[in-house]
């Protein structure tokens, strides 16, 4: 009889953000005549920029020639990807990598999912809270999580709040942990973390013999100079840390699917035995078994990002982007809303009004603004009593959106 992962049914009912589209569909459905604007899933509204654009085509051009067409390409992606990626992520932040050590991938989504593969199931997770939905529910298909409790936390899950407390800053882990998942700037709160306050997690994981798994696909927001831009930049980080990149928000890449992962040679993990394991090379057998690779149009658009043109390009997009979410700060703070983010980071964290429940929030916004957010109560508990918004939509509806919203009453 076949059986099924009975991990699967610990899961919630469903992907956060698959609720959050099914409700606005329904609302939309059944309301044709309303205008509703989105704000919830972090999807961006600029397309793929003329340099980009250009170096796609021109790829595909490529494959239309027997001379030039390339088949399958290296499943890690090709080297001109890699070199462009560590010479302008890394080298200007004053980081050296090897090109095997960076990944090409379809998507730091992926990637911050299936990571935990290579890890042994007794490992204790670590996650901030509110949380990237991703990085918990991977871990409970795998089968690390427990049983979900009345709290909504799972149970062998370790919790490291982020809350108007403690600046959302998350305290240290009070218990042991193996693996601590990070994403600054965060998502969903739009926070980060100073150089001093993430070298505090550098520290604990060296002495600790913990692993971070950081997530840095928003680094391109960052504004703040004591904000640092890549985990590596802190001393001792490559020894203990993974970083997941995604050009997707940097680059408009949503549709078009592209990311990377860095993996240090240096960082290594002990067996059953006690014996250390380099990461690298069992990352590197995990996706030349189970990943075909980032087709070579894609890896050029890619490429073309880091070229001096296509980087103008692509920064006149973050400062729109930007530009919407001062927009949407300003105009929540003037009505006595607490707003959080928003600075170095596309995501805004709105404190839900009269102690009201996120998803009320959500209700109240779609039916009398018709706006969509996101409930923070589905990336955690700690994220009951907050709504994100997101700066992807296009300037006139992030105006219209705020009018909206001023006009309520609450």
Known sequence: MVKINENYLLLQNSYLFVEVNRRAEKYMAENPDKNVIKMGI??????????????????????????????????????????????????????DLDLDEVFISDGAKCDTGNIQ???ALDNVIAVTDPVYPVYVDTNVMAGRSGNIKDDGMYENIV????????????????????????????NPTGTTLTKDELAKFVEYAKENDALILFDAAYEVFITEDNVPHTIYEIDGAKEVAIEFRSFSKTAGFTGTRCAYTVVPKEIKIKDSEGNEQAVNPLWNRRQTTKFNGVSYPVQKAAEAVYTEQGQKEIMENIEYYLENARIIRESLSEIGLNVYGGVNSPYIWVKTPNDMESWDFFDLLLEEANIVGTPGSGFGPSGEGYLRLTAFNTLENTKEAMSRISKLSF
Request: net charge negative; aromatic share 14%; with cysteine.
């Open 117 to 119: 593969e290579i890890f």
């Open 159 to 186: 919790y490291l709040p982020c809350t108007e407390e403690n600046n959302f800053v998350p305290a240290l882990p009070s218990e042991p942990v193996d693996i601590i998942y990070l994403c600054f700037p965060n």
């Open 42 to 95: 972090g999807d961006v509204t600029k397309p793929l920029t003329p340099t980009v654009i250009k170096a796609f085509k021109d790829a595909v051009d490529e494959m239309a020639d027997a001379d030039s067409f390339m088949g399958y390409g290296p499943e890690q992606g090709y080297d001109f990807l890699a070199e462009a990626i560590i010479k302008n992520d890394f080298n200007r932040w004053g980081v």
